[in-house]
């Protein structure tokens, strides 16, 4: 098997286990930092669709996104902790 073959394999299995700890999850509160900007979210988990999840915001660095919901692909989440009551 090639390497790049391994890397698209491990990619899609790493992939497929966050998207079900996050379908899991739905429901609760998280933290999420995104690599791009980078910046943080915390807020409550409504939906995962496909590979995108679907957050509403309660707090994050940028104030005019609190209140919202972002649709984010999982792949762009760098970090995330789910919130344990």
């Known amino acids: 098997m090639a390497l790049s073959q391994l890397q698209i394999t491990m990619n899609e299995v790493r992939r497929a286990g966050v998207v079900q700890q996050f379908e899991e999850n739905i429901g609760q509160r998280l933290l999420i930092i995104i690599e791009q900007y980078p910046f943080f979210i915390v807020g409550g988990l409504q939906n995962v669709e496909s ?4 957050i509403l915001i309660e707090v994050s660095n940028i ?3 609190d209140d919202y919901v972002i649709r ?4 762009d ?3 995330f902790f ?3 009551v």
């Open 82 to 84: 789910f919130e344990r």
């Open 72 to 75: 984010t692909h999982i792949d």
């Open 77 to 79: 989440i760098t970090v």
């Open 51 to 54: 590979a995108y999840a679907h």
């Open 63 to 65: 104030p005019e996104l």
